[in-house]
């Protein structure tokens, strides 16, 4: 898989130009959902040389992220007169650029793109690795492809209007990337005040933990090793977005991640000696930020039973965990019993409160 440039944009304008010349593209069309068609586009629709460019909006959140919408896309730049020198921006969150990046990497066998993430998680995970994708058959990101964006341009200025659930969502991410890279980088981002953002500092704390997300991919594109270390937090995490999901209730990713964290630390002192202070310290600011996920004991068989039937981290029967001994020292493919995950939702419950 080819490497992609990630910018930090310090002029939008200047460093999208350059992405844009680098294909030279016979058509530009910018793909947006309704939020960033009001908010976003016209902040780069006003640039001179995207004055031709051809919007493409679809519908926000998950819910279409589906082979309907990739289907109207496909048309709209078929019908709009897209070739095989054209060029697509996605412009948006996870959801944009993961159905956005499969319509550019299937168009006429492969479209050049670029991503420019609008939301934190988008700018620290979506955009950046090359996974692509949508939903299908009731499954999530089920069909879809590796295929890194050309370019990914990251401005911190689209954060100013992201609310606060969704900038927390977005960090859950990074401190996933703090605890799985360097403590300078972990105590950065568990040091950093939430309630009054310095987004010239988050700007910073951003570029590092996209620094980390590519160092893991650059090793491992396709996710057969060490890739796995970015799905730490993920394996509770992911059973409490579906359980809250199922209650009707659903929670944002990030923080069912937090969460998930929580357990993953826990199991990570227990198993491998992660040192006691630094469980303390995430654990201190987790709680004071994202709260606690409502779930009882009685809920714990139903928790279970969606890590066991979560494909990503069921390992012939076993639920598979990433767990670290340090931040930065990680051990893939752990596995643990029913006893050992019922023991780290009792610690979630005793230690939320
Ligand atoms: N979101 C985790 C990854 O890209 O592998």
Redesign the pocket.
Known sequence: MSAQEVVICNQLENDLQKAVMKSEPDKVFVLTDEHTHLFCFPVIGKYPFLKEAVEICIGVEDIHKNLETLAYVWTQLSTKGATRHSLLINLGGGMVTDLGGFAAATFKRGIAMINIPTTLLGMV??S????TGINFNGLKNEVGVFAPADSVLIDCEFLKSLDHENLLSGYA?MLKHGLISNTQHWSGLVGFDMNHIDYIRLQQLVAESIAV?EQ??GQDPF?KGI?KA??FG?TVGHAFESFAMEKGHPILHGYAVAAGMVCELYFSHLRMGFPKDKLRQTIRFIKENYGRVAFTCEDYERLYAFMCHDKKNNVEGQVNFTLISEVGDIHINQVASQDDVYDMLDFYSETMG
């Open positions: 995970d979506a950046v690795g090359g996974k991410e997300k893991i991919v996710e890739r970015l799905n993920h």
